[in-house]
């Protein structure tokens, strides 16, 4: 398949790709993987979750060793504390991945870490309930003025903005959610803000929703250097 152009300096490259739910063809992809890797992929118990985890990560090798001329087994991570991979001598490139039933996405840009977060907005979900374990009061208050279709959209506004910014933090979940107050525009293309007492400069990350297929919600997190201009979104099949 071919392999998108790199990121320009000051824009943030989006990747999202297709996963079958069936897990067809984890086996393939696995084989394309280091020793580990395939190991990891095998502890997994569903042949979808087999798929998911080799079919990303094939795909990300490839595309960072199509960017460096290097060969994908040679393309090496490193983790960090909280379990973030970052590349081995990166060069500056960041990236991060997401994934959720049917879909996978990878974001990628330069210098700064990032964060990205997908979703399956169709899921049944107790939105009330988990509302009030993950988000703050004026996010709880905001969700309880909505009903149908504007409460799971605004839901999954919220919670996708949440986790792209504890990734982009390489925090994870070692951060609370509730900690985290979300502040999303209504029009999309302008980007939103945050505020985390627990998080020095927190105000400092902006949110942005990329465009995805119905039936999705995707949102990116980054500084304000690389969402000057929207992030750039290629599909691959």
């Known amino acids: 398949m071919p392999i998108p152009a790199p990121p320009s ?8 790709i297709p996963l079958d739910t069936s897990g067809t063809g984890w086996q393939a ?6 020793g580990d890797e395939q190991e990891r992929t095998r502890r997994y118990k569903y042949d979808a979750d087999r798929l998911r985890f080799a079919k990303c990560r094939c795909l990300l090798r490839r595309i960072i060793a199509d960017w460096k001329g290097i060969q994908p087994l040679q393309v ?6 909280n379990g973030k991979p970052f590349l081995c001598h990166s060069g500056g490139l960041q990236f991060n991945i997401s994934h959720t039933h049917g879909s996978a996405i990878f974001a990628f840009c330069h210098e700064f870490e990032i964060g990205i977060d997908i979703e399956h907005t169709e899921r049944d979900a107790d939105f009330d309930g988990v509302a009030l374990k993950v988000f703050t009061p004026m996010e709880q208050n905001r969700l309880l003025q909505l009903n149908g279709r504007e409460k799971r959209r605004e839901f999954f506004r ?20 509730s900690s985290i107050e979300t502040s999303l525009p209504e029009n ?4 939103g803000t945050f505020s985390c007492d627990t998080i020095e400069n927190s105000t400092s990350l902006m949110v942005t929703e990329v465009p995805t297929p119905p039936g999705y919600q995707t949102m990116l997190c980054a500084p304000p250097p690389v969402l000057s201009r929207p992030p750039s979104v ?3 099949q």
């Open 9 to 16: 300096d000051d824009q943030v490259l989006v990747v999202i």
């Open 234 to 236: 290629s599909y691959m």
């Open 29 to 34: 992809c696995c084989a394309e993987l280091p």
């Open 188 to 191: 999309p293309g302008q980007p």
């Open 76 to 81: 090496t991570f490193r983790l960090g504390k």
């Open 158 to 177: 919220l919670w996708t903005a949440k986790e792209a910014f504890m990734k982009a933090t390489g925090r994870g979940f070692s951060l609370n959610p």
